[in-house]
């Protein structure tokens, strides 16, 4: 017998769940794509996004998910041989470095390790050792979602700032926005990269370029930029899709339309504190059980810990035994360990990570608890006292 037959929930860290407004939105025929609702529909789009992201400056819509984003932002400022600095603190750091280098970038990794964010001390070190301004441009992830490590972007500015380092500063919000707290403008962001599946609560399927005047400065010094990843067409999406841009991704905009009228109704602050506190519930369990049991948070302090993912050792094989049971036993997913491995565990089946991302509420994160809870006890692992209560206490608060 199986306890999961019921509405199932995906608590992995990306694709989110899709909230059901959304979901009706994209039911519908076919659209018109030259004139009408669909082309009236971009400049409020394109409003509201500068709306969750902070930004006074300018969004590119593409048809891809996160890596066609990454491709897009590197595309448009970084030529063959430019060199860019790469602060890493998991897998998505390194796999965005990667992407550069395959651009034919000349990438330098400075790496934080898995545990803890970057520092802007370092950073500010390297950038003055920089004396020829020979690096393009930072390539910051806000919150890297193997290690749900999050990092201070604004420290980063500071120390480009300090440096005196012209410096593109280039972030990857993808697993952040609309879950952690970030302002591109007033954190000195000059590029920004993020996806419709995760905070943003839509199937995968768009990715997103912010991006500033200084960015569209170094855009227009570029030699040869690829037609598709262009943004500069892109960013008048209205006259993009209508004219020369190829067939618009229609669907994905009218599931759009519906989850930014969602986000604008909580409010971006509101969102904020929400996943805030959804967070500190699965911390406080999470920190009781390791109390009795083998159960650990990668990420030590609160302070570094993103609101939108947690990443978790259990130990190999407890990890991918848990995720077995809660997804087929209570109907709960939960997300693999990315990118960790030990000696002993080399496919990394001692990790495990939740996603609390986007349409999460107080009783999704409860019930997933509980659930983890049922499956220590069914699969006989030891854990700590009182984790359902702190949990209980921390949204109670
Ligand atoms: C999910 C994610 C990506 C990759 O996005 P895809 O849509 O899977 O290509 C990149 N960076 C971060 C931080 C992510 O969370």
Redesign the pocket.
Known sequence: MSLANGRTYLAI??PSVVPDAVLRAMHRASPNIYEGELIDMMPGLKADLRRVARTEHHVAIYMG????A?EAALSNVISQGDLVLVPSTGR?CE??GEMAEALGASVELLDFGMKSPMDADAIEARLRADTEHKIQAVLA?H???STSIKSDVAAVRAALDAAGHPALLMA?C??SLGCDRFEMDAWGVDVMVT?S??GLMLT?GLGMVFFNDRAAEVRATMTRVSRYWDWTPRAHPEHFFQYFGGTAPTHHLYGLRVSLDMMMAEGMETIWTRHEKLASAIWGACEAWGQGGPLSLNVEKRAHRSFAVTALRLGGPDGTRLRRWSEHQAGVTLGIGLGMSEPDDPKGDGFLRIGHMGHVNAHMVLGTLASIQAGFDALDLPYGAGALDMAAKALAS
């Open positions: 860290p990306g998910n996160g890596h066609a990454w998505f796999g965005w992830v919150v890297d979602t990857d993808i697993a996806a599946q995760k995968p």
